[in-house]
T-cell receptor, first 112, second 111 residues
């Protein structure tokens, strides 16, 4: 039982490059989330998927896209990376009508 | 707009001291969660408080939910170096199940 897994763990991109962050959960949760964490800013919601087949914007969606591939997997794509997207990205999952979230270990992204 | 305000932002104490961190809002929450995040890892859930006035204990950690369900506190007794980390509160308001996070309290406990 791995919980929430994220790949890659570290990534360095040049401005303008694209990449996809992968997230998978094995807890059969309906809802999945992508956050970014910057120093002093806490966790800010980028996108979420309340259930398979749906996605919605969070607080800071600009520059990102998401895909809920199936119930287990939720990916985050940066089409044209910018230095402002340098951050630590966390994926989380939970039951739809519960409050407690379960987080992955994070992806540390640097855009130069 | 930051829905949840955490204080203090930073706390550096010696082993054995007591401390309290706060999570405040003008909104009413259905529940509040506290998470601890260690360096290089994702947040891990510590507790959920649901009922106004509720107190929950987890070993040396005591969590309280305000009577009006607008605020919460975390008290650590006799802090240990293993308590070092970022403490985050999160809550969902207005019938939503999507939580908002505070900015966190960064705690360092020196041996």
């Amino acid at each position: 039982n791995a919980g929430v897994t994220q790949t890659p763990k570290f990534q360095v991109l040049k401005t303008g490059q694209s990449m996809t962050l992968q997230c998978a959960q094995d807890m059969n949760h309906n809802s999945m989330y992508w956050y970014r964490q910057d120093p002093g800013m806490g966790l800010r919601l980028i996108y979420y998927s309340a259930s398979e087949g749906t996605t919605d914007k969070g607080e800071v969606p600009n520059g990102y896209n998401v895909s809920r591939l199936n119930k287990r997997e939720f990916s985050l794509r940066l089409e044209s990376a910018a230095p402002s997207q340098t951050s630590v990205y966390f994926c989380a999952s939970k039951e739809a009508r519960e409050y407690e979230q379960y987080f992955g270990p994070g992806t540390r992204l640097t855009v130069t | 707009t930051q829905l949840l305000e955490q204080s203090p932002q930073f706390l550096s104490i010696q082993e054995g001291e007591n401390l309290t961190v706060y999570c405040n809002s003008s909104s009413v929450f259905s529940s509040l969660q506290w998470y601890r995040q260690e360096p290089g890892e994702g947040p891990v859930l510590l507790v959920t408080v649901v009922t106004g006035g509720e107190v929950k204990k987890l070993k040396r950690l005591t969590f309280q939910f305000g009577d009006a369900r607008k605020d919460s506190s975390l008290h650590i007794t006799a802090a240990q170096p293993g308590d070092t980390g970022l403490y985050l509160c999160a809550g969902a308001a207005g019938g939503s199940y999507i939580p908002t996070f505070g900015r966190g309290t960064s705690l360092i406990v020196h041996p």
